[in-house]
């Protein structure tokens, strides 16, 4: 196989960014979420209908705002491994281009 790879390391960090982006947003979301089911409390009441409901609610609301949770960590962590790709990806862009830049030199064509 012959030929150049391409990384454009900006491209990277922008989609890392996009991705925290996301996560800052569904936290946002998540905490407004929390903040409502708080300030409404158990307006259902606690007769038998009011239970009824309260059964059906509370667990699934409590999931969803989990979830939300766990999705803002993944979000983060994936923002957090494409950048650390990209920085790799320059180091390492960067180690070879010193290297061949020394060999050049070496065989006389860094002249």
Request: aromatic share 8%.
């Amino acid at each position: 196989m012959s030929g150049f790879v391409r990384v454009e390391h900006e491209r990277y960090r922008w989609s890392a960014q996009k991705f925290e982006d996301l996560a800052e947003r569904l936290l946002r979301l998540k905490l407004n979420l929390e903040w409502r089911r708080d300030a409404e409390g158990a307006c259902w009441g606690a007769d038998e209908p009011g239970a009824a409901f309260a059964s059906k609610y509370v667990a699934p609301a409590g999931s969803a705002i989990g979830s939300a949770e766990t999705m803002v960590d993944v979000l983060a962590g994936v923002a957090d491994r494409i950048r650390a790709t990209a920085d790799a990806l320059q180091m390492t862009e960067q180690q070879h281009g010193s290297s061949m830049a020394r060999i050049t030199d070496r065989i006389g064509g860094g002249q």
